[in-house]
């Protein structure tokens, strides 16, 4: 079965860092764009940016740019969205998602991650 | 950036009842790179049509998109219980970012 999974919920407080992770399995993990999609509380989804596993290339969002990092271990089928000082606003539920076709990451999204809650409160 | 606007908002209709969805964007997107997206409560959203008209695996066929240029739409052409969730159109054609239209909300009458 193809899938991705993600770390689980997080709680932090406002300035500290956070890694989180997505790992694929049933699928060859490098040859498929992964993007990452957050959805704050009762809001819409928000399109942040993918990364390709086999050469870590990356499209942004410049809306996201500087404030996140995307990053994959190809060797170990994972992703991850990293921050260096969160905030409060970063409260959101993130998922991760493939891009399923070879149209060189202009793919929708058809396998999805279960999501991980962030939650940045002092 | 190509913002997408999705109408309604909200959708009450009845099982059995047909549902239309539309999705209009703020340039020109390519056929190919237009998806649709339910989601229901505290789950992820689910992939339904890519490419505007092709229904992903497992999806079925009363589920149905069309439209071309700026205008695209996903019929829904009996309602099941199961088929009540919001609905999210996306496009990943143009340079990035690739976006999200805002979601109807279909609900159950």
């Known amino acids: 079965e193809m899938q991705l999974v993600q770390s689980g919920a997080e709680v932090k407080k406002p300035g500290e860092s956070l890694k989180i992770s997505c790992t694929g399995s049933?699928?060859?993990?490098?040859?498929?764009?992964l993007g990452w999609v957050r959805q704050m509380p009762g809001k819409a989804l928000e399109w942040m940016g993918t990364i390709h596993p086999g050469d870590s290339d990356k499209r942004n969002n410049p809306s996201f740019q500087g404030q996140v990092i995307m990053s994959v271990d190809k060797s170990i089928s994972t992703a991850y969205l990293q921050w260096s000082s969160l905030k409060a606003s970063d409260t959101a539920m993130y998922y991760c998602?493939?891009?399923?076709?070879?149209?060189?990451?202009?793919?929708?999204?058809?396998?999805w991650g279960q999501g991980t809650m962030v939650i940045v409160s002092s | 950036e190509i913002v997408l606007t999705q109408s309604p908002g909200t959708l009450s209709l009845s099982p059995g009842e047909r549902a239309t969805l539309s999705c209009r964007a703020s340039?020109?997107?390519?056929?190919?790179?237009l998806a649709w997206y339910h989601q229901k409560p505290g789950q992820a959203p689910r992939l339904l049509i890519f490419?505007?008209?092709h229904r992903a695996i497992g999806i079925p066929d009363r589920f149905s998109g069309s439209g071309s240029g700026t205008d695209f739409t996903l019929t829904i052409s009996r309602l099941e219980p199961e088929d009540f969730a919001v609905y999210y159109c996306h496009q990943y054609g143009t340079s990035p970012p690739f976006t999200f239209g805002p979601g109807t909300k279909l609900n159950m009458k």
């Open positions: 049933g699928y060859t993990f490098s040859n498929y764009w």
């Open positions: 998602a493939r891009a399923g076709g070879n149209s060189g990451g202009h793919d929708a999204f058809d396998i």
């Open positions: 490419s505007t008209v």
């Open positions: 340039q020109s997107v390519s056929t190919s790179y």
